[in-house]
């Protein structure tokens, strides 16, 4: 997000000057204009960022900061026509303008995500079965186009697999095959609709087995690049259960969206198939027509989607500056608290952890994402669990303070009361020699280990 000053803004609440940088762009250029058609007035923005989610309306882009509602600041109706053709003319995406039966005065618009920067190993598993026309195939072909479009796409940038599945796996395009947009997009165009029978566990095990390892082009999961598979389905699957496939392919660290078309899918199948939780990895279309519509959505979910890294290992990547680096892990909770723990190579970094917030932020609330911005070049976040938690998932997101920030990222269950422990040692002391018992501090209720 990028905060708003501009003094040609009257903003209705303080957390809508937050937004995205295109928004900001946008809004702000749109300011001046309206400055300059009606001295001494200004735009007046009503909402645009908020944190207070509507239940009714749980995919708001004004959650995003992409969205604002906003009219002139001497609340003059006649002008909302002029102000929207005026937002049009900016590059404003999306514009809905109310007619004279609509109780709404004001204009609502909205921008699409910025190109997403992230290195990404994304994968699209396409239904190709004979229940797919060749129509519908197309719209699938489209569907990957569109979202592709997104993404900057190179070597050390974010990297697109396409394969279909039917009777058996039809490989198209590996994780290593094109690393310039235009040529990635040709290739997509030239898949083929096979029309056969709906084999997902085989798809699934090939995208685990073929396309997300590193001979075929993915990168080490110990540089937090984060592995994305969606898979697009209109029914069932057959040829074999999908329980240990889809259970293998998280296990290994792939995030997978499920994307069900028309009314025949399973939805007990697809959740089982998605990573956790559902609500944000399991998406029903009515119709192949819906597919087109939900390119925006898709892209920018998948973009901020974290990496999956193991506790106890040590992840090192970088991020730029301002931008997010998201992680996410399951650990096994001995006891009652977590800790990450970054180290700086080169820059700094803040970093921010929650058992909630998928993508911790500092906009976030303090009782839902704990965070550390010190200039310390080790920093430690300590996240306490709810009670009676056995696996948990952690998010963590780190943010790049310098041009260039290189870390360590380190995630381990805290097993004991303290960090540090100080034992004197003799010198020369025989290997096994006795030290210090800690046994005693581990915490209540931890597993201890013989």
């Known amino acids: 997000f990028k905060y708003n000053n501009s003094t040609d803004i009257d903003f209705a609440e303080p957390d809508s000057r937050y937004m995205s940088y295109r928004l900001h ?57 002029i102000l929207a ?35 990404i190993d994304l994968a699209f598993i396409l239904d190709g079965s004979g229940s797919v026309s060749r129509t519908d195939f197309r719209k699938e072909i489209d569907f990957v186009k569109n979202v592709t479009t997104f993404f900057n796409v190179g070597a050390n940038a974010t990297r697109i697999a396409v394969f279909q599945y039917s009777d058996k796996v039809y490989p198209a395009i590996g994780l290593d095959d094109y690393f310039t947009k235009p040529s990635l997009l040709f290739a997509v165009d030239s898949v083929q609709y096979t029309g056969k029978s709906t084999r997902t566990a085989t798809a699934l095990d090939y995208a685990r087995t073929v396309i997300f390892t590193t001979a075929e082009g993915a ?15 209109d029914g069932k699957s057959n040829g074999g259960s999908i329980t240990n496939p889809a259970r293998l392919i998280k296990e290994s660290g792939i995030n997978v969206f499920s994307i069900g078309v028309t009314g025949n899918v399973n939805v007990n199948e697809l959740n089982e198939i998605a990573s956790d939780p559902d ?26 989607e974290p990496a999956v890294v193991e506790p106890g290992d040590n992840t090192t ?68 669990l709810p009670s009676g938690s056995v696996t948990k998932l952690i998010y963590v997101s780190v943010q790049g303070q310098n041009e260039t920030n290189r870390f360590v990222l380190n995630i381990w269950d805290t097993l004991f009361n303290h960090s540090n422990y100080d034992a004197s040692v003799v010198e020369n002391s025989r290997p096994g020699t006795f030290v210090y018992d800690i046994s005693a501090d581990y915490r209540s209720g931890d597993r201890k280990s013989g």
């Not at 058609?37 to 992409?66: F, M, N």
Request: charged share 25%; proline share 5%; with cysteine.
């Open 317 to 384: 990547t970088e991020v730029g500056e301002d931008d997010f680096k998201y992680f996410k892990t399951e650990c096994e909770a001995f006891g009652d608290e977590i800790t990450i723990e970054e180290r700086d190579i080169t820059g700094r970094v803040h970093v921010y952890a929650s058992v909630e917030a998928k993508n911790p932020s500092p906009l976030d609330h303090p009782a839902v994402v704990s965070r550390n911005e010190s200039s310390s070049p080790i920093k430690t976040v300590t996240i306490r």
């Open 25 to 81: 762009r946008k809004l702000t250029a749109l300011a001046n204009a309206v400055k300059k058609r009606w001295p001494q007035t200004k735009l007046r923005v009503l909402q645009a960022w908020t944190s207070q989610i509507d239940p009714k309306k749980p995919r708001s882009l004004h959650y995003e900061g992409r969205a604002a509602n906003f009219l002139t600041s001497d609340g003059n109706a006649s002008r909302l026509g």
């Open 279 to 304: 609500d944000d990895h399991v998406f029903l279309l009515n119709s192949f027509d819906d597919v087109a519509g939900f390119v925006d959505q898709m892209s920018a979910i998948s973009c901020d």
């Open 85 to 119: 053709g005026m937002a049009a003319s900016f590059g404003f995406d999306w514009i809905y303008y109310p007619n004279d039966n609509d109780a709404a005065g004001y204009i609502h618009a909205s921008v699409i995500p910025e190109i997403c920067q992230a290195a």
């Open 219 to 233: 990168r080490d999961s110990k540089l937090g690049v984060p592995k994305v598979a969606v898979l697009l389905t």
